[in-house]
Protein backbone atom coordinates (compact mmCIF):
# COMPACT_ATOMS: atom_id res chain seq x y z
CA UNK A 1 0.00 0.00 0.00
CA UNK A 2 1.32 3.83 -1.02
CA UNK A 3 0.70 6.78 1.20
CA UNK A 4 0.85 9.70 -0.88
CA UNK A 5 0.48 13.66 -0.69
CA UNK A 6 1.42 13.76 2.80
CA UNK A 7 3.61 15.23 5.11
CA UNK A 8 6.11 12.85 6.28
CA UNK A 9 7.95 13.15 9.62
CA UNK A 10 10.95 10.36 8.83
CA UNK A 11 13.03 11.37 12.46
CA UNK A 12 16.18 11.15 10.45
CA UNK A 13 16.97 14.17 8.23
CA UNK A 14 14.34 16.49 7.13
CA UNK A 15 11.04 16.05 6.84
CA UNK A 16 9.02 15.85 3.51
CA UNK A 17 6.36 18.32 2.88
CA UNK A 18 4.84 16.47 0.58
CA UNK A 19 5.43 13.40 -0.11
CA UNK A 20 4.88 9.69 0.09
CA UNK A 21 5.22 6.28 1.78
CA UNK A 22 5.01 2.42 0.60
CA UNK A 23 4.37 -0.43 2.84
CA UNK A 24 4.85 -4.01 1.89
CA UNK A 25 5.19 -7.20 3.98
CA UNK A 26 5.56 -5.15 7.29
CA UNK A 27 8.17 -3.15 6.38
CA UNK A 28 8.71 0.12 4.93
CA UNK A 29 9.69 -0.43 1.05
CA UNK A 30 9.94 3.45 -0.42
CA UNK A 31 9.88 6.79 1.28
CA UNK A 32 10.31 10.24 -0.81
CA UNK A 33 9.10 13.32 -2.31
CA UNK A 34 5.46 12.99 -4.60
CA UNK A 35 7.73 14.28 -7.51
CA UNK A 36 9.61 11.56 -7.76
CA UNK A 37 6.19 8.52 -7.27
CA UNK A 38 5.41 6.51 -9.94
CA UNK A 39 2.12 5.11 -9.61
CA UNK A 40 2.02 1.28 -10.43
CA UNK A 41 -1.08 -0.53 -11.81
CA UNK A 42 -3.46 -1.71 -9.34
CA UNK A 43 -1.17 -0.94 -6.51
CA UNK A 44 -3.45 0.10 -3.35
CA UNK A 45 -2.95 4.01 -2.51
CA UNK A 46 -4.23 6.25 0.19
CA UNK A 47 -4.57 9.86 -0.74
CA UNK A 48 -3.51 11.46 2.92
CA UNK A 49 -4.63 15.25 1.40
CA UNK A 50 -1.85 17.00 3.63
CA UNK A 51 -2.63 14.37 6.61
CA UNK A 52 0.62 13.88 8.23
CA UNK A 53 2.37 10.40 8.97
CA UNK A 54 4.98 10.03 11.78
CA UNK A 55 6.93 7.35 13.07
CA UNK A 56 5.42 4.75 16.08
CA UNK A 57 6.15 6.48 19.35
CA UNK A 58 8.66 4.69 21.36
CA UNK A 59 8.03 4.60 25.57
CA UNK A 60 11.78 3.19 26.33
CA UNK A 61 10.39 3.20 30.36
CA UNK A 62 7.06 1.35 31.60
CA UNK A 63 5.76 -1.34 33.58
CA UNK A 64 2.77 -1.33 31.09
CA UNK A 65 1.46 -5.20 31.39
CA UNK A 66 3.38 -5.84 34.80
CA UNK A 67 0.61 -3.98 36.80
CA UNK A 68 -2.85 -4.73 35.96
CA UNK A 69 -4.86 -1.47 35.11
CA UNK A 70 -7.67 -1.29 37.77
CA UNK A 71 -6.62 -4.37 39.65
CA UNK A 72 -4.66 -4.67 43.37
CA UNK A 73 -2.36 -7.29 44.48
CA UNK A 74 -4.12 -9.35 42.14
CA UNK A 75 -2.22 -7.73 38.92
CA UNK A 76 0.61 -6.67 40.68
CA UNK A 77 3.60 -8.41 39.05
CA UNK A 78 6.34 -6.23 38.61
CA UNK A 79 8.51 -6.63 42.12
CA UNK A 80 9.53 -9.65 44.18
CA UNK A 81 9.85 -8.04 47.11
CA UNK A 82 11.43 -10.83 49.00
CA UNK A 83 14.38 -10.54 46.91
CA UNK A 84 17.29 -8.31 47.10
CA UNK A 85 19.50 -9.16 43.67
CA UNK A 86 16.46 -10.91 40.89
CA UNK A 87 18.61 -10.58 37.88
CA UNK A 88 17.28 -14.22 37.04
CA UNK A 89 13.68 -12.35 36.55
CA UNK A 90 12.32 -11.99 33.11
CA UNK A 91 9.53 -9.48 32.52
CA UNK A 92 8.13 -11.28 29.76
CA UNK A 93 7.09 -13.89 32.51
CA UNK A 94 4.99 -11.60 33.84
CA UNK A 95 3.62 -9.30 31.47
CA UNK A 96 -0.12 -9.38 30.80
CA UNK A 97 -0.40 -8.27 27.28
CA UNK A 98 -3.90 -8.62 27.13
CA UNK A 99 -4.48 -6.23 29.39
CA UNK A 100 -6.71 -2.94 28.23
CA UNK A 101 -3.60 -0.52 28.22
CA UNK A 102 -2.00 -2.19 25.47
CA UNK A 103 -5.11 -0.94 23.47
CA UNK A 104 -5.03 2.74 25.21
CA UNK A 105 -1.39 3.00 23.64
CA UNK A 106 -1.54 1.62 20.55
CA UNK A 107 -4.60 3.95 19.78
CA UNK A 108 -2.40 7.03 21.25
CA UNK A 109 0.00 6.20 18.03
CA UNK A 110 2.65 4.52 20.94
CA UNK A 111 4.07 1.40 18.88
CA UNK A 112 6.55 -0.38 21.05
CA UNK A 113 7.58 0.04 24.59
CA UNK A 114 9.64 -1.08 27.02
CA UNK A 115 8.70 -2.56 30.17
CA UNK A 116 9.86 -5.06 33.18
CA UNK A 117 10.28 -4.93 37.16
CA UNK A 118 9.93 -1.95 39.39
CA UNK A 119 12.63 -0.70 41.37
CA UNK A 120 12.27 -2.40 44.78
CA UNK A 121 15.53 -4.68 44.84
CA UNK A 122 18.88 -3.10 43.68
CA UNK A 123 18.66 -5.41 40.90
CA UNK A 124 15.17 -6.91 39.51
CA UNK A 125 15.69 -8.53 36.80
CA UNK A 126 14.89 -8.04 32.88
CA UNK A 127 13.35 -5.36 30.74
CA UNK A 128 11.67 -6.78 27.10
CA UNK A 129 11.33 -4.59 23.89
CA UNK A 130 8.14 -5.43 23.00
CA UNK A 131 5.16 -3.83 20.27
CA UNK A 132 2.00 -2.79 21.11
CA UNK A 133 -0.23 -4.85 19.08
CA UNK A 134 -1.61 -7.20 22.49
CA UNK A 135 -2.05 -10.87 22.34
CA UNK A 136 0.26 -13.54 23.04
CA UNK A 137 3.23 -11.80 24.36
CA UNK A 138 5.82 -13.90 22.72
CA UNK A 139 4.41 -12.94 19.37
CA UNK A 140 5.25 -9.24 20.38
CA UNK A 141 8.79 -9.12 21.09
CA UNK A 142 11.38 -6.79 19.59
CA UNK A 143 14.12 -8.31 22.09
CA UNK A 144 14.57 -9.88 25.17
CA UNK A 145 16.44 -9.19 27.48
CA UNK A 146 16.69 -5.87 26.14
CA UNK A 147 18.30 -4.31 29.32
CA UNK A 148 18.82 -5.49 33.42
CA UNK A 149 17.26 -3.38 36.04
CA UNK A 150 18.57 -2.19 38.71
CA UNK A 151 17.58 0.56 41.27
CA UNK A 152 19.48 2.91 43.72
CA UNK A 153 17.73 5.69 46.07
CA UNK A 154 14.67 5.36 48.16
CA UNK A 155 12.46 2.84 46.81
CA UNK A 156 14.94 -0.22 47.59
CA UNK A 157 15.20 1.14 50.93
CA UNK A 158 11.68 1.28 51.84
CA UNK A 159 11.06 -1.77 50.91
CA UNK A 160 13.69 -3.66 52.49
CA UNK A 161 13.10 -1.46 55.56
CA UNK A 162 9.39 -2.07 55.82
CA UNK A 163 10.71 -6.30 55.69
CA UNK A 164 13.25 -5.34 58.69
CA UNK A 165 16.07 -6.18 56.21
CA UNK A 166 18.84 -5.03 54.46
CA UNK A 167 19.35 -3.08 52.11
CA UNK A 168 18.08 0.17 54.35
CA UNK A 169 20.80 2.09 53.66
CA UNK A 170 22.10 3.77 50.21
CA UNK A 171 25.34 1.99 51.25
CA UNK A 172 24.00 -1.30 51.43
CA UNK A 173 22.12 -0.93 48.01
CA UNK A 174 25.14 -0.56 46.31
CA UNK A 175 27.34 -2.95 48.40
CA UNK A 176 24.56 -5.83 47.06
CA UNK A 177 24.96 -4.55 43.38
CA UNK A 178 28.89 -4.63 43.58
CA UNK A 179 28.48 -7.87 45.15
CA UNK A 180 26.68 -9.59 42.50
CA UNK A 181 28.58 -8.50 39.57
CA UNK A 182 31.59 -9.48 41.36
CA UNK A 183 30.40 -12.95 41.46
CA UNK A 184 29.07 -13.22 38.38
CA UNK A 185 32.32 -11.94 37.41
CA UNK A 186 34.04 -14.93 39.10
CA UNK A 187 31.29 -17.00 37.79
CA UNK A 188 32.28 -16.47 34.05
CA UNK A 189 36.13 -16.82 34.48
CA UNK A 190 35.65 -19.87 36.06
CA UNK A 191 33.11 -21.13 33.17
CA UNK A 192 35.30 -20.10 30.74
CA UNK A 193 38.81 -21.83 32.52
CA UNK A 194 36.29 -24.72 32.67
CA UNK A 195 35.85 -24.51 28.61
CA UNK A 196 39.28 -24.03 28.17
CA UNK A 197 40.88 -26.96 30.13
CA UNK A 198 39.02 -30.09 31.08
CA UNK A 199 41.50 -30.24 34.05
CA UNK A 200 39.27 -27.36 35.61
CA UNK A 201 35.20 -28.34 36.32
CA UNK A 202 32.09 -26.02 35.64
CA UNK A 203 31.34 -24.01 38.16
CA UNK A 204 27.50 -24.93 39.81
CA UNK A 205 24.80 -23.49 38.24
CA UNK A 206 23.73 -19.93 39.22
CA UNK A 207 20.71 -18.63 37.61
CA UNK A 208 21.96 -15.20 39.27
CA UNK A 209 25.34 -15.09 37.98
CA UNK A 210 24.02 -16.50 34.48
CA UNK A 211 21.50 -13.83 34.01
CA UNK A 212 24.52 -10.90 34.76
CA UNK A 213 27.38 -12.61 32.50
CA UNK A 214 25.64 -11.26 29.11
CA UNK A 215 25.86 -7.52 31.33
CA UNK A 216 29.40 -8.00 32.70
CA UNK A 217 31.27 -8.78 29.60
CA UNK A 218 29.19 -5.72 27.67
CA UNK A 219 26.66 -7.00 25.90
CA UNK A 220 23.37 -5.78 27.78
CA UNK A 221 23.20 -2.98 29.04
CA UNK A 222 21.74 -1.71 32.60
CA UNK A 223 18.89 0.89 32.99
CA UNK A 224 19.93 2.09 36.10
CA UNK A 225 17.03 3.61 38.28
CA UNK A 226 18.01 6.98 39.95
CA UNK A 227 16.35 10.04 40.83
CA UNK A 228 18.81 12.08 43.35
CA UNK A 229 21.93 13.70 41.82
CA UNK A 230 24.18 11.51 44.44
CA UNK A 231 22.35 8.32 43.13
CA UNK A 232 23.06 9.36 39.65
CA UNK A 233 26.76 9.39 39.94
CA UNK A 234 26.28 6.14 42.31
CA UNK A 235 25.07 4.51 39.85
CA UNK A 236 27.86 5.75 36.98
CA UNK A 237 30.49 5.17 39.30
CA UNK A 238 29.37 1.13 39.58
CA UNK A 239 28.79 1.51 35.97
CA UNK A 240 32.44 2.85 35.11
CA UNK A 241 34.19 0.43 37.86
CA UNK A 242 32.70 -2.71 36.35
CA UNK A 243 32.65 -1.30 32.01
CA UNK A 244 28.79 -1.51 32.15
CA UNK A 245 27.11 0.16 29.59
CA UNK A 246 24.53 2.03 31.07
CA UNK A 247 21.24 4.33 31.03
CA UNK A 248 19.93 6.50 33.51
CA UNK A 249 16.41 6.10 34.16
CA UNK A 250 14.37 8.84 35.74
CA UNK A 251 17.14 11.33 36.37
CA UNK A 252 15.03 13.52 38.28
CA UNK A 253 17.95 15.52 38.79
CA UNK A 254 20.13 15.54 36.67
CA UNK A 255 19.24 18.82 34.74
CA UNK A 256 20.90 20.08 38.14
CA UNK A 257 24.17 18.53 36.51
CA UNK A 258 23.85 17.92 33.10
CA UNK A 259 27.23 19.22 32.37
CA UNK A 260 28.96 16.57 34.06
CA UNK A 261 26.55 14.04 32.80
CA UNK A 262 27.42 14.96 29.29
CA UNK A 263 30.90 14.66 30.34
CA UNK A 264 30.26 11.16 31.46
CA UNK A 265 28.69 10.31 27.91
CA UNK A 266 25.77 9.02 29.91
CA UNK A 267 22.53 8.44 28.40
CA UNK A 268 19.10 9.22 29.88
CA UNK A 269 15.41 8.50 30.13
CA UNK A 270 13.82 11.43 31.49
CA UNK A 271 10.64 11.27 33.05
CA UNK A 272 7.78 10.85 34.39
CA UNK A 273 7.42 14.63 34.98
CA UNK A 274 3.77 15.13 34.31
CA UNK A 275 2.82 13.71 37.88
CA UNK A 276 3.02 14.68 41.31
CA UNK A 277 5.93 15.13 43.86
CA UNK A 278 5.39 12.04 45.74
CA UNK A 279 8.39 11.19 47.92
CA UNK A 280 11.42 13.22 48.95
CA UNK A 281 13.88 12.52 46.06
CA UNK A 282 11.21 14.12 43.55
CA UNK A 283 11.47 17.46 45.44
CA UNK A 284 13.19 18.75 42.42
CA UNK A 285 11.17 17.18 39.75
CA UNK A 286 10.19 19.92 36.78
CA UNK A 287 8.54 19.34 33.02
CA UNK A 288 12.00 21.77 32.32
CA UNK A 289 14.72 18.80 32.68
CA UNK A 290 14.10 16.92 29.36
CA UNK A 291 14.91 20.69 27.89
CA UNK A 292 17.91 21.45 29.75
CA UNK A 293 19.38 17.71 29.30
CA UNK A 294 18.98 18.06 25.31
CA UNK A 295 20.84 21.46 25.18
CA UNK A 296 23.66 19.73 27.01
CA UNK A 297 24.09 17.22 24.28
CA UNK A 298 22.86 14.34 26.26
CA UNK A 299 21.00 11.88 24.43
CA UNK A 300 18.12 11.59 25.73
CA UNK A 301 14.30 10.36 25.29
CA UNK A 302 10.98 11.18 27.05
CA UNK A 303 9.18 8.20 29.37
CA UNK A 304 5.58 7.92 31.22
CA UNK A 305 6.89 5.15 33.73
CA UNK A 306 3.82 3.66 33.22
CA UNK A 307 1.30 3.21 35.12
CA UNK A 308 2.65 6.58 37.00
CA UNK A 309 1.64 8.60 34.18
CA UNK A 310 -0.75 6.50 31.62
CA UNK A 311 1.09 5.25 28.51
CA UNK A 312 -1.11 7.39 25.91
CA UNK A 313 -0.06 10.81 27.52
CA UNK A 314 3.97 9.98 26.26
CA UNK A 315 2.76 12.33 23.62
CA UNK A 316 1.37 15.07 25.70
CA UNK A 317 4.43 15.30 27.99
CA UNK A 318 6.62 15.69 24.90
CA UNK A 319 4.28 18.69 23.94
CA UNK A 320 4.57 19.70 28.14
CA UNK A 321 8.84 19.24 27.65
CA UNK A 322 8.63 21.86 24.69
CA UNK A 323 6.25 24.36 26.53
CA UNK A 324 9.08 24.52 29.31
CA UNK A 325 11.55 24.89 26.68
CA UNK A 326 12.56 21.98 25.03
CA UNK A 327 13.48 22.34 21.27
CA UNK A 328 10.32 20.74 18.98
CA UNK A 329 12.03 18.39 16.95
CA UNK A 330 14.48 17.05 19.75
CA UNK A 331 11.07 16.49 22.11
CA UNK A 332 9.48 14.68 19.03
CA UNK A 333 13.34 12.57 18.69
CA UNK A 334 12.65 11.85 22.46
CA UNK A 335 9.81 10.00 21.78
CA UNK A 336 11.26 8.73 18.41
CA UNK A 337 14.59 7.88 17.29
CA UNK A 338 16.56 8.64 20.18
CA UNK A 339 14.77 5.96 22.84
CA UNK A 340 15.45 3.21 19.11
CA UNK A 341 19.21 4.48 19.18
CA UNK A 342 19.86 4.34 23.10
CA UNK A 343 18.11 0.94 23.05
CA UNK A 344 19.79 -0.92 20.07
CA UNK A 345 16.77 -1.33 18.06
CA UNK A 346 17.31 1.67 15.44
CA UNK A 347 17.73 -0.82 12.51
CA UNK A 348 14.15 -1.76 13.38
CA UNK A 349 12.12 0.84 14.60
CA UNK A 350 12.03 5.03 15.47
CA UNK A 351 11.57 6.24 11.67
CA UNK A 352 10.33 6.20 8.47
CA UNK A 353 13.08 4.52 6.61
CA UNK A 354 12.88 2.10 3.75
CA UNK A 355 13.36 -1.34 5.38
CA UNK A 356 12.43 -0.84 8.80
CA UNK A 357 9.19 -2.15 10.66
CA UNK A 358 6.13 -0.05 8.92
CA UNK A 359 5.01 1.14 12.65
CA UNK A 360 3.58 4.25 12.19
CA UNK A 361 0.31 6.44 12.32
CA UNK A 362 -1.13 9.33 10.67
CA UNK A 363 -2.72 12.31 12.56
CA UNK A 364 -4.21 15.56 11.17
CA UNK A 365 -2.80 17.78 13.46
CA UNK A 366 0.04 18.62 15.91
CA UNK A 367 0.19 15.34 17.72
CA UNK A 368 2.39 16.82 20.40
CA UNK A 369 -1.11 19.02 21.30
CA UNK A 370 -3.98 18.23 23.78
CA UNK A 371 -6.87 18.03 21.23
CA UNK A 372 -4.52 15.92 18.89
CA UNK A 373 -6.09 11.84 18.56
CA UNK A 374 -4.23 9.74 15.38
CA UNK A 375 -6.79 9.27 12.55
CA UNK A 376 -5.15 5.76 11.63
CA UNK A 377 -2.05 3.39 13.42
CA UNK A 378 -0.14 0.61 11.98
CA UNK A 379 2.18 -1.90 13.60
CA UNK A 380 4.18 -4.20 11.35
CA UNK A 381 1.70 -2.32 8.29
CA UNK A 382 -1.24 -3.51 9.94
CA UNK A 383 -3.82 -1.32 10.72
CA UNK A 384 -4.36 -1.87 14.34
CA UNK A 385 -6.86 1.65 14.79
CA UNK A 386 -8.44 3.01 12.33
CA UNK A 387 -10.77 5.97 12.37
CA UNK A 388 -12.00 5.75 8.63
CA UNK A 389 -9.75 7.63 7.22
CA UNK A 390 -8.05 4.61 5.66
CA UNK A 391 -11.22 3.19 4.17
CA UNK A 392 -12.70 6.42 2.92
CA UNK A 393 -8.89 7.43 1.05
CA UNK A 394 -8.34 4.12 -0.65
CA UNK A 395 -8.32 3.85 -4.05
CA UNK A 396 -6.53 1.51 -6.74
CA UNK A 397 -4.22 3.98 -9.67
CA UNK A 398 -6.14 1.55 -12.30
CA UNK A 399 -9.63 2.88 -11.34
Known amino acids: MTFTNAYIYTAEGDA???GYMTVDGGRILAVGDMSDYMAKEGEPCVDLGGRRIYPGFIDAHTHLGMWDDGLGFEGDDGNEDGQTSAASLRAIDAINSFDRCFAEAREAGITAVVTGPGSANP???SMAAIKTTGGRVDRLLIQSPVSMKMALG????????NRDESPMTRM???KIIREALIKARRYGEDVEKANEDEDYDLPDFDAECEALLPVIRGELPVHIHAHRRDDIFTGIRIAEEF???YVLVHATEGYMVADELAACGADVFSGPFLCDRSKPELVNQTPKAPGIIDAAGIRSAIVTDHPVIPIQYLPLCAGLAVREGMDYDSALRAITINPAKILGLDDRIGSLKPGKDADFSIYDA???TLAAK???VYIDGKAVFDSGIIQNGRR???Q
Open 243 to 245: GLQ
Open 16 to 18: IIN
Open 123 to 125: IGG
Open 172 to 174: ATA
Open 374 to 376: PLA
Open 154 to 161: ENPKTTHH
Open 396 to 398: NHH
Open 366 to 368: DPL
